[in-house]
């Protein structure tokens, strides 16, 4: 492997980690503050790619505008994801809990499936295959749209999980939910919020990801498991966790690709899970959102 190489695998490694850390840092959210975990997480992703894509397509309106529009839209759906199943199913035990979002995942894949068929779909425009020159390696200019809004969001959740009343409830709720109720904190309203605030960030990452990627009834699969991987490996509930998690496997990811197959290349984040449950089953970062 020549350095032009390896830079150019670092490089979008780098880009791809902050795009995994703003998709894996709704799921952290809502477990660290519900302790709960959404399987369906990916496909609410997806349903925000095709937004994104119908709003292009259909009026022509840029993936970027339109994250203004999808973005409110996908926190109502989590707030009616909450009020018409979460509720419910906090008061199951875990394992009923996660059957109920596994059913949700399949029964949204099906759906798309029916409304949208199994096509690929993907926003093209000049910038498409416009890129921005890094030394020896080369970014496209979608990617690099992606990677900023991402970091630009994430600092301003942190901001808001740290410097803002509503945050301080969250967190508060995530510590100890009894202990907050006492204080007189809206359980229920919380969760609410969580929720919209989780489900809502994707509102922002799948317009900027239909431009890359194609959108299809299954995409939102292929993101869930790398989510879930990146949260496991940072450790649930962190937000610092999910950072460290996606930087580990968006490089890992992107190293391997240039170095072998992309099939081996697409096993490297699920290897680096299995060494991470083995060595520290808690994360590498066990600390909770709470923290």
């Given at each position: 492997m020549t350095f032009g190489i390896f830079l150019q695998a670092v490089v979008s490694g780098l880009a791809n980690a902050a795009i995994y850390a703003l998709i894996a840092v709704g799921l952290t959210l809502v477990f660290g503050v519900m302790r709960i975990i959404?399987?369906?997480?990916?496909?609410?992703?997806?349903?925000?790619?095709?937004?994104?894509?119908?709003?292009?397509?259909?009026?022509?309106?840029?993936?970027?505008?339109?994250?203004?529009?999808?973005?409110?839209?996908?926190?109502?759906?989590?707030?009616?994801?909450?009020?018409?199943?979460?509720?419910?199913?906090?008061?199951?035990?875990?394992?009923?809990?996660?059957?109920?979002?596994?059913?949700?995942?399949?029964?949204?894949?099906?759906?798309?499936?029916?409304?949208?068929?199994?096509?690929n779909m993907l926003v093209t425009q000049p910038r498409s295959t416009a890129g921005v020159v890094l030394g020896p390696a080369v970014i496209q200019v979608t990617h690099l749209i992606a990677c900023g809004a991402s970091l630009v969001l994430l600092g301003l959740l942190y901001l808001i999980l740290r410097r803002t009343d509503f945050g301080l409830v969250m967190r508060a709720v995530a510590q100890s939910r009894d202990g907050a109720a006492l204080s007189g904190?809206?359980?229920?309203?919380?969760?609410?919020?969580?929720?919209?605030?989780?489900?809502?960030?994707?509102?922002?990452?799948?317009?900027?990801?239909?431009?890359?990627?194609?959108?299809?009834?299954?995409?939102?699969?292929l993101f869930t498991l790398k989510a879930f991987v990146i949260v496991i490996v940072g450790g649930l509930g962190s937000f610092g966790g999910v950072l460290v998690g996606a930087l580990i496997v968006g490089l890992a990811e992107s190293i391997a690709g240039a170095w072998f197959s992309a099939s081996i290349a697409a096993a490297v984040p699920f290897a680096i899970l299995i060494l991470v449950l083995l060595l520290r089953p808690e994360g590498l970062m066990n600390r909770s959102l709470a923290r």
């Open positions: 959404n399987f369906a997480h990916g496909e609410f992703l997806m349903i925000a790619m095709y937004g994104g894509y119908f709003a292009w397509s259909l009026f022509g309106i840029d993936p970027i505008l339109s994250i203004v529009v999808v973005t409110p839209l996908l926190a109502l759906l989590g707030m009616a994801l909450y009020g018409g199943i979460v509720r419910f199913a906090l008061k199951v035990p875990e394992i009923n809990q996660m059957a109920v979002t596994l059913g949700l995942s399949l029964l949204l894949q099906h759906l798309a499936l029916v409304l949208f068929t199994g096509d904190i809206d359980i229920a309203t919380v969760y609410k919020w969580a929720m919209a605030v989780g489900i809502g960030t994707l509102g922002v990452t799948g317009p900027l990801l239909v431009s890359i990627l194609y959108a299809n009834p299954h995409v939102g699969a």
